[in-house]
């Protein structure tokens, strides 16, 4: 059984940074790829970035450039720094891996970006 924690999500001004944290139960969290999605109101939940066990990432083409996923095996978290922020970024961010061949979600932190 896994449960992903998400945190740090909140209210910012377009053009502002927040970093979100995704922390995992588990003591297999370094085997596993981690994922961060999204879903803005009456859209579907798009995949935002991912990060492999070998640290290899991945980028939404929308976002390349101003978000950074990265993790800390030893802390069993992964982060999602997002700079220049606007307002279609605003949405419910998730936390997403797969281990034992299922897959598990966070519950979501909410990112707004409004002035």
């Known amino acids: 059984q896994v449960q992903l924690v998400e945190s740090g999500g909140g209210l910012v001004q377009p053009g502002g940074s927040l970093r979100l944290s995704c922390v995992a139960s588990?003591?297999?969290?370094?085997?596993?790829?981690m994922n961060w999605y999204r879903q803005a109101p009456g859209k579907q939940r798009e995949r935002v970035a991912s990060?492999?066990?070998?640290?290899?990432?991945n980028y939404a083409d929308s976002v390349k450039g101003r978000f950074t996923i990265s993790r800390d095996n030893a802390k069993n978290t992964v982060y999602l720094q997002m700079n220049s922020l606007k307002p279609e970024d605003t949405a419910l961010y998730y936390c997403?891996?797969?281990?034992?061949?299922?897959?598990?979600w966070g519950r979501g932190t909410q990112v707004t970006v409004s002035s």
């Open positions: 997403r891996t797969i281990a034992n061949d299922r897959i598990y």
């Open positions: 588990g003591s297999l969290f370094s085997r596993n790829a």
């Open positions: 990060i492999t066990n070998s640290e290899t990432t």
